[in-house]
């Protein structure tokens, strides 16, 4: 079975489908809702006048416009057979040798809306199998007639009138429902930041763009390392840009943007090197009363922000047993959470989201939720700390410090930026 699958309109699949029909042929539509032109105007395109459709007479499709009974008389009037299914959902155009099945109905709204829809090619054996099944379906449904049509049409006429009213104040209710912003969609504003970080970052004078270079070593095998670096003293250095003036320092792991997504993740240089890490990293703190000894306070995970609801890209997740490293009351403030989803826009770090011990994501009481009382206390708690978190503190991984563990396609032609916030280095990468 061959088949073709789309998410797009998929009228003209219907149209070039009964083009391909002698006749003779009988032609299969199913739809539960019905309105506008689309099946006269298929029927008057095929050579083949062998229609059967079936619908469903819903009081609801009706009184609401879904169904449009005068094109159900028209279709009778020109010979078509139409019949009435209880439990019909499905959308189908069946004829000897193909099948197109997805979620428009034969109706007007349908090419406004997103839809799918799957062609395939029927073997014999498929065709027959189907075809009984479609035979056995208008078996269970009832043939209409005009005069059925029009009692059904009689008895809806009253609902009709009343449901008119009720649209009125169906429409009055999705204005305030637009104009409250129940519905708006947090990625426009992520897009729009992500736009304005990207034009940032094409107008700096000191960012730098870099092009990565591969290189085959010579080995038996074709092995191939991605350079983005030169050796320049004791620091890695931009390759192209003037030495000193911004650098890598070797084995450091550092915070990286994808200016294209916004998502995060962290780099790491070895002598000729620049790499992606995948693990995580954690934050290790000093306390001055324990001289000589550092404690595993946080630990970042880089996340993509359409991947969680809070359109988060670092997510802190605090060790509770070294909390007092932060501060004397960290633990009574950070009492309850689990972790904290921070969005750095490339100018400013912001608290998105708090994940409250015991609860999954988007479940947390309401004193968790963003503009509420306890979650302002966690924020400026830990907005004056996210910077040296996040951008001041060595990273560290049980791992060690070993080479990049993953290195850049370099067949996407990504390139490398530097860019600067509040006096600290970090680095994006890029595809114009």
């Known amino acids: 079975m061959k088949s073709q699958f789309e998410f797009t309109d998929v009228t003209e699949t219907w149209f070039s489908t009964v083009k391909n029909v002698n006749n003779k042929e009988e032609i299969y539509i199913l739809s539960p809702y019905i309105t506008g032109s689309t099946i006269k105007d298929l029927f008057e395109k095929s ?5 059967r459709v079936v619908t469903k007479l819903e009081i609801s499709a009706y009184v609401s416009g879904a169904l449009d009974l005068d094109v159900l008389r028209d279709l009778i009037c020109l010979g078509v057979k139409v019949f009435h299914h209880p439990s019909l959902h499905a959308k189908i155009l069946l004829t000897k040798r193909e099948i197109v099945s997805g979620s428009q109905n034969f ?9 799918a829809f799957n062609k395939s090619e029927l073997s014999p054996k498929e065709s027959q199998i189907i075809r009984k ?13 005009k005069i059925k049509i029009d009692k059904f049409e009689e008895i809806c006429a009253p609902l009709s009138k009343d449901f008119q009213k009720m649209k009125e104040k169906l429409q009055d209710l999705e204005i305030l429902v637009q104009k409250e912003g129940v519905f708006d969609d947090p990625k426009k504003n992520l897009n729009d930041q992500i736009k304005s970080f990207q034009n940032f970052l094409s107008s700096k004078p000191d960012s730098v763009k870099v092009q990565l270079v591969e ?3 010579q080995t038996g095998f074709n092995i191939y390392e991605y350079w983005t670096m030169k050796r320049w003293l004791e620091f890695q250095v931009l390759n192209r840009f003037q030495s000193g003036k911004i650098a890598l320092k070797s084995k450091r792991k550092y915070l990286c943007l994808d200016a294209t997504t916004h998502s995060t993740f962290i780099v790491r240089a070895n002598k000729t090197q620049i790499g992606q890490i995948y693990n995580d990293g954690t934050v290790y703190i000093t306390n001055p ?13 880089c996340l993509t922000p359409s991947d969680n609801i809070h359109l988060a890209n670092l997510k802190l997740r605090f060790n509770r047993s070294h909390l007092f490293v932060l501060s004397s009351n960290a633990e009574k403030i950070l009492k309850q959470v689990d972790c904290v989803y921070v969005y750095f826009n490339g100018f400013s770090l912001n608290l998105a989201g708090i994940k409250q011990t015991g609860l999954p994501d988007g ?3 309401e ?5 509420s009382e306890r979650f302002n206390e966690i924020e400026n708690f830990l907005k004056p700390k996210l910077k040296s ?3 001041e503190r060595e990273w560290r991984h049980s791992n060690g410090y070993s080479s990049p563990e993953k290195f850049f396609d370099v067949s996407r032609f990504i390139e490398l930026n530097v860019g600067k916030y509040r006096g600290q280095y970090f680095y994006t990468i890029y595809q114009p």
């Open 215 to 217: 290189r085959e070593i």
């Open 47 to 51: 050579e083949s006048k062998n229609f």
């Open 389 to 391: 978190l996040i951008f």
């Open 133 to 145: 099944k479609a035979t056995d379906i208008l078996n269970e449904a009832v043939l209409l007639s």
């Open 367 to 371: 004193e968790f939720v963003k503009g």
């Open 289 to 301: 009363k324990y001289p000589g000894y550092s404690y595993p306070v946080v630990k970042i995970d």
């Open 107 to 115: 109706t007007n709204g349908g090419r406004k809306n997103l839809e």
């Open 363 to 365: 479940q947390e009481n």
